[in-house]
């Protein structure tokens, strides 16, 4: 082998090692993406519903243990997320779920027994607000906190299941709400089991600030019209949550 071989052979092999030096240098600096089936950091990954052979797409779901966020009649300015849990009350009743996440069907239906009476909260209409709801119905998916789907208005959780659109609600048989913004999620523990409180961000890391060894079901109706008293800025913004879950 000649020295002039030796050198186009040295600097073939130095092109080489730079060219992968360069690639692997732009993989790592890609930002970690952020969205409803991906997380940064994650050290489980799953397979998706839609892989399993024998997924139906139904999810029958009930829950108890129901606790309100404030009252219907309380004075703004209010806030109805009730982090602190200093605001919250147990109430009476059920919730009923039975939606195909494939077809984006199905219903939702709360009954609750409030001071103010009997309280009826119902999907009507199945809507996709935004592209990661996946059609209104969607399952196992990260929202809220910094998931880069839905508000941080609660913490990142992994959603089991999770359901959008226009309802009704009506208050000892009579209509209150007609055609106002409904959401319902199944997910991980968001509130404390014995405090009922809620911390939005972890102390450090990329998981939300949630227990996995739990789950509830979080749903709200709201009101179209915002106003800047309120937390959340709704004139109307109803919330509950069930500690106690109940798959069929």
């Known amino acids: 082998m000649t020295m002039k071989t030796k050198s186009v052979i040295s600097v073939r092999t130095l092109l080489t090692f730079a060219f992968i030096f360069l690639v692997s240098c732009d993989v790592t600096s890609q930002p970690e993406s952020r969205g409803p089936s991906s997380q940064p950091a994650t050290e489980l990954g799953i397979y998706a519903p839609h892989q399993h052979q024998f997924y139906d797409g139904r999810f029958i779901i009930s829950a108890n243990g129901i606790h309100q966020v404030g009252s219907l009649n309380d004075t703004p300015p209010w806030d109805h997320m009730g982090n ?113 409180a809620v911390t939005l961000t972890p102390e450090s890391g990329n998981a939300g600030s949630v227990n996995p060894a739990t789950q509830q079901l979080d749903f709200y109706i709201r009101s179209p019209a915002r106003s800047s008293l309120n937390h959340p800025d709704r004139e109307i913004f109803d919330h509950f949550f069930a500690m106690e879950v109940t798959w069929h």
């Not at 880069?148 to 359901?163: E, I, Q, T």
């Open 84 to 196: 602190d849990a200093a605001n919250v009350n147990a109430v009476d009743g059920n919730i009923e779920i039975d939606v195909n996440e494939i077809d984006n069907t199905g219903s939702f239906i709360a009954r609750l027994d409030l001071p103010e009476g009997k309280f009826v909260v119902s999907l009507d209409r199945i809507h996709e607000f935004s592209s990661c709801q996946d059609g209104g119905i969607a399952a196992f998916l990260y929202e809220h906190g910094d998931a880069g789907c839905g508000d941080s208005n609660w913490p990142k959780s992994l959603l089991y299941v999770a359901g959008w659109g226009y309802g009704s609600a009506t208050l000892n048989g009579e209509s209150l709400y007609r055609d106002y913004e409904i959401h319902f999620m199944v997910t991980q523990g968001m509130r404390h089991r014995e405090t009922l």
